[in-house]
């Protein structure tokens, strides 16, 4: 069977996520780990004092962002589940509601997540072994939302984003009403052939339509209106970050920029999961339906074929992009776990030489 051009481009669109999930992995994994902890080791007990105040309190609010986060996408997708489990037949109709929220649960998560490390960034108190800062220098270039953290991981939230608008609105434009009103159906015309158990599928061909669920309109205000508050959150985080009072000792200098790369990235990689995960939900919604009204009835000589319509089996390949997509979250949420993960190791190491201050003592302070 012949494929059809938008077939070949949804195979071309599975490959390139392929090769991006790889690329990230490969970039990121190797080349993160223990910078933080080794710049924190060439300084001596005073320089570790003010790394420690540097970097007190962000792992454990990070690790924080990211458990409540997934406790929150977690309980929204239990919620979900068991409001249809409860729910007879009749009672659950379409499910559209139901499927609108479990839509937007990877993004509320992310949201959670986000909230947590605002309201930390917002109560965070220098400790008593701050080092001097200074809000402005004249050897600084002006610093924004972009000045830290690595280019695709800032690049993701915003480019999924974009993916995410024009997707639902190319959705929308297809969709068409449900027995409720809402936009909430892939509708279709199809034909029907009598089956002779003789010869198989005869003629005459019936006219009809067929109608699946569809991430329509009905999806398009809501998800983009929660996609635009966690990049707005995220965007207003990481210019807080960047912006944050910067150590007069220039010797300091190069550990406030790794911590600031980690936060930033803690940062990103949260908003990219829960924005990759709403739109995997959204894929896999589109690339269910298309392969759902694929087949349909043509004549063939004297007789009746049953076939598949090419441009609609472009939604396994979607369907697949769906699956690389949520792989791709998870990734984010590892990276991101392990950016919240190493601040802690680092303040922890910057208080371990320091006099009179263990990690695991009565007196230790707070990571």
Known sequence: MDLSTSTYLGLAAVLLLMAALTWVLLRVIPRTRGKLRAETAHHDDAGRRAVASLLQGWGP???????????????????????????????????????????????????????TLAWFAARRRPGPNAAPVSVASAGLRPRGALSFGPRWALAIPALTALVLGAWLVVTGLFSSRDPSGRFTQLTVDRHTAADDPAVGYVPPLTPSQVSVDFPGWYYTLPVIAAAAFLVGLAALLLRRLAQAPRPLDPGLHRVDDLARTLKAKLVATLAGAGLLGTLASIAAATGGALATVAGDFRLAGTGVEFFYHEAMLSGYWIYLGAVLLRLLALVLLVIAAGAALELAAARQAAVAVVLGETPRGRNAHPA
């Open 61 to 115: 609010a990070g690790v924080a962002a990211v458990a409540l986060g997934l406790l929150a996408y977690l309980a929204a997708t239990a919620s979900v589940i068991g409001w249809r489990v409860s729910q007879t037949t009749a009672e659950r109709g379409d499910g559209a509601l139901a499927q609108l929220a479990q839509t937007l649960a990877p993004v509320a998560a992310a949201c959670v997540a986000l909230g």
